[in-house]
């Protein structure tokens, strides 16, 4: 198993803003990825973060909007840019190794105002 | 891509009585996953299905994957308020498309 955390745990944000948010896995994982999940809903995949290379984002989530890092294999940050009280949500970061469980951090819950 | 619909999509029942949820795909999956997640909580894994037909059992939880590898459920026997929560199943191809969930509210 692994386990996730993931900073901030929330947050309170101004239209216009950016916010990181911060995932640590500890252990080394193949994969990592961030969903979105709104409040009572199911989890939308925003992207799978790719380790030395561009993160592969799903359909209706661009780079520029959610820009993902990934410097190694126990590591990854979302930003999510130009917030807009549109953007309030929970954001789960979780790990994988590819063909098995994934593992969710507690999540993000994002407010903007 | 893939879509999975899960039903019911809300489930209110007496501690005690039996609850079962259902994971339908118009495809052939390659594997479910089922996930729970408490109130306030994230997503925990329960357990993975893949063969055509397999049943597994976790204590008073059992899962079951459709011969036709296209639907699967989750039954709960005599909930109990610990059992509260969401129940997601998750189909895994290029990426893991989680269903929509079953909202379980226990009354005691």
């Known amino acids: 198993s692994a386990v996730i955390s993931q900073k901030p745990s929330r947050d309170i944000c101004q239209r216009g803003t950016s916010l990181t948010i911060q995932c640590q896995v500890d252990s080394q994982v193949t994969m990592m990825f961030w969903y979105r999940q709104q409040p009572g809903q199911s989890l939308t995949l925003i992207a799978t973060?790719?380790?030395?290379?561009?993160?592969?984002?799903e359909s209706g989530f661009v780079i520029d909007k959610f820009p993902i890092s990934r410097p190694n294999l126990t590591f990854s940050t979302l930003t999510v840019s130009n917030m807009s009280p549109e953007d309030s949500s929970i954001y789960l970061c979780s790990a994988g190794t590819g063909t098995y469980e994934q593992y969710f951090g507690p999540g993000t819950r994002l407010t903007v105002t | 891509g893939q879509q999975v619909m899960q039903i019911p999509q809300y489930q209110h029942v007496q501690e005690g009585e039996d609850f079962t949820t259902y994971c339908n795909s118009s495809?052939?999956?390659?594997?479910i996953q089922w996930y729970k997640q408490r109130p306030g909580g994230h997503p925990v894994f329960l357990i993975q299905l893949v063969k055509s037909g397999e049943v597994k059992k976790q204590k008073r939880l059992t899962f079951q994957f459709g011969e036709a590898k296209k639907n699967s459920s989750l039954h709960i026997t005599a909930t109990q308020t610990t059992d509260v929560g969401t129940y997601f199943c998750?189909?895994?191809?290029?990426?893991?498309?989680f269903g929509g969930g079953t909202r379980l509210m226990v009354k005691p």
């Open positions: 973060a790719n380790q030395g290379s561009e993160a592969t984002y």
């Open positions: 998750a189909a895994l191809g290029n990426m893991l498309t």
């Open positions: 495809t052939t999956l390659s594997n």
